[in-house]
């Protein structure tokens, strides 16, 4: 009974070796793959090994013993119940084999919330260091706003070194550059105000270049089909870096101080600089890790062509096409929105309803964390339509415009809101929908001028950067002259409402470039 208990699990080398022995041993087909008939001469089986190199027969002929030593033990001893231990060990090896392309987002998704969780963290500190120094609404809106005085002109400059030298080179370079300044950020509230407005613009410069890299490395690591959800996972993360900023930061603050938050995020963004260095490539056919098999499906779900060569489209050309200027108004809009609420909501909550700083950060931070969601929510939506065979135009048309007309009503909602509560109702279900627009104007460079598409993002973003100082110090002078925050939401409902009708005449999703 050993012996043949022993044969049932037998290898396919010891098969191979038995059948060619056929006067030793013989077998026939059964629902059990193989059943065998005891031979004459005695045989003894020892353990298996593991590997095939270590397997080794032994022979004694002529009533001698002979000894069979088989292979991959795990599998050969699992025949008999359908694979065994071996194939669950190699079908638990294949689940865990993660794509590199999603390795690759999973990185950028994470540099994407420490880019947002260092703006935000001056957006909270600005409260206490006003109070110290003395500064009115309309100078704080300055303070503000001078992170985006270096923002605005990394843009196109960031988006043209990124179409030139790839998105890993420059995003490392500007994760670096940005947590120097960070890190540099309270010494300079102490000095001066000149220094910390010159730090605060010095870390603007250097994360300009976070979008326009990140747009690049996801059509070049994703196919079409896939490129929203790509661009949702990124942009969740960087939501979810104001949730993180806003929820510890006033922790921090009270504990360690003004110089905490700062030291945290500073060296969290050098950190992920050395993971990054190492494991990415700014694109997936120089990359040493992706597979043949992931490589082709990434290629054959491009419509668009290969990178750029480095030579910067006629800025007239660009400017030259409606969909370029859909692009930048909608870039314009969404920043202006966008930056009123991420740098005034704090100081929003504090004044209008009263509530202190570390409530004012867990109403702030309710918004930002569905936006997290529902920006990949969007993602995936825009993805299963185009899979379903909706053009490229109209998915980019539906995203966009539910993107700006439901921020819109919203704003126009809270003018009528009477507790805090109900005001973080209304932001969150604004940001939410913003979010919306992440699977329309943000990809739709991608669509119109794939080879251009950092410079374009570029030249949009800077427009929207403009608008962004406007509408950022423009808060704070509405706040200081009227006293309300409700005359300006209006104005931003409005202008959301304009654009999405611009966007709905000249918007496409065909290739222009």
């Known amino acids: 009974m050993a012996a043949k208990s022993a044969l049932h699990s037998s290898s396919p080398n010891t098969s191979s070796f038995l059948n060619s022995k056929s006067d030793l041993v ?44 088989c292979t991959a033990e795990g599998i050969e001893r699992g025949m008999l119940i359908g694979g065994g231990r071996g194939r669950e060990e190699a079908a638990a090896s294949k ?26 963290v001056m957006s909270v500190t600005v409260v206490p260091l006003a109070t110290k120094f003395g500064w009115s609404s309309s100078f704080l809106g300055i303070v503000q706003s001078s992170f985006l005085w270096g923002y605005i002109f990394s843009s196109v400059v960031g988006g043209a070194l990124v179409d030139r030298y790839g998105g890993k080179r420059v995003m490392a ?28 613009a010095f870390f603007g410069l250097a994360e300009g270049v976070a979008l326009p890299s990140m747009s690049t490395l996801s059509s070049r690591w994703f196919p079409s089909h896939e490129r929203a959800s790509a661009v949702g996972i990124s942009m ?24 905490g938050p700062f030291i945290l995020f500073s060296s969290l963004g050098l950190l992920w600089l050395t993971r990054w260095a190492n494991g990415v490539t700014s694109d997936p056919r120089d990359s040493p890790f992706v597979s043949k098999s992931e490589l082709r499906l990434i290629q054959a779900g491009k419509t668009d062509s290969p990178a750029s060569d480095g030579q910067f489209p006629p800025l007239r050309l660009l400017l030259s096409k409606a969909p370029s200027w859909a692009i930048i108004f909608a870039n314009i809009t969404n920043n202006w929105g966008y930056f009123v609420l991420l740098s005034w909501m704090p100081v929003y909550f504090n004044t209008v309803f009263n509530v202190n700083l570390k409530q004012a950060a867990w109403f702030s931070a309710v918004p930002w964390g569905t936006m997290a969601v529902s920006g990949y929510v969007a993602g995936a939506l825009s993805d299963s339509l185009i899979r379903a065979g909706y053009s490229l135009t109209i998915v980019r048309k539906i995203m966009q415009s539910i993107g700006f007309i439901g921020p819109g009503v919203s704003l126009l909602c809270l003018n009528y809101a009477k507790t805090p509560v109900t005001a973080a109702a209304l932001m969150t279900i604004a940001l939410s929908l913003s979010s919306f627009s992440q699977a329309g104007f943000l990809l739709n460079m991608q669509d119109i001028a794939p080879q251009y598409a950092g410079f374009l993002h570029g030249i949009a973003n800077s427009a929207g950067t403009l608008a962004a100082i406007i509408s950022t110090i423009g808060t ?35 290739r222009v470039f």
């Open 26 to 69: 013989h077998f026939r087909r059964t629902q059990l793959r193989f059943e065998p008939r005891i031979p004459s001469k005695p045989i003894k089986w020892e353990s298996c090994s593991r590997t095939r190199e270590q397997s080794r027969e032994k022979v004694k002929q002529g009533g001698r013993l002979f000894t069979v030593r």
């Open 95 to 120: 689940m865990l084999d993660i794509p590199e392309r999603f390795k690759v987002v999973a990185l950028v998704a994470c540099v994407m919330c420490l880019c947002n969780a260092d703006r935000v």
């Open 173 to 200: 370079w500007g994760v670096a550059l940005w947590s120097l300044a960070t890190l540099l950020t309270p010494w300079a509230a102490n000095h001066s105000t000149v220094a910390l407005l010159a730090v605060r």
């Open 236 to 259: 969740a993360g960087f939501h979810l870096g104001n949730v993180i900023g806003l929820l510890l930061t006033p922790i921090m603050l009270s504990t360690v101080g003004i110089s």
């Open 476 to 510: 704070g002078y509405f706040v200081q002259w009227l006293g309300s925050f409700q005359a300006f939401l209006t104005v931003t409902a409005g202008l959301y409402f304009v654009t999405a009708i611009f966007w709905n005449l000249y918007a496409t999703g065909e």
